[in-house]
Nanobody, 113 residues
Framework: VQLVESGGGLVQPGGSLRLSCAAA????????MSWYRQAPGKERELVAG????????NYADSVKGRFTISRDNAKRTVYLQMNSLKPEDTAVYFC???????WGQGTQVTVST
């Protein structure tokens, strides 16, 4: 089981980024996926989750209305579209599958002028 994130970077406040997480080694469409983030000195926190079909999603209150999680099962990829980014969104973002308790390596998102 392998998860590989991409798409992080430096963006100004109010900007947008789209993160991708490519999965391999398991039946991707069968299981939910999640995005977490960890800022320096803070605990890792759940950002968003999506079920296997993509029809059900959930979000942390801090990102509701700004972030959108989605998936393309044919491409074995889960996405996190992040809009209206704020400095407090700065963190390393990880994708995770609870079914196999596996994390990606993370991708850094920095929101700063």
């Amino acid at each position: 089981v392998q998860l590989v994130e991409s798409g992080g970077g430096l963006v100004q406040p109010g900007g947008s980024l789209r993160l991708s997480c490519a999965a391999a080694g398991f039946i991707f469409s069968g299981y939910g996926m999640s995005w977490y983030r960890q800022a320096p000195g803070k605990e890792r926190e759940l950002v968003a989750g999506i079920n296997g079909s993509g029809r059900s999603t959930n979000y942390a209150d801090s990102v509701k209305g700004r972030f959108t999680i989605s998936r393309d099962n044919a491409k074995r990829t889960v996405y996190l579209q992040m809009n209206s980014l704020k400095p407090e969104d700065t963190a390393v973002y990880f994708c995770y599958t609870s079914r196999y308790d596996t994390w990606g390596q993370g991708t850094q998102v920095t929101v700063s002028t």
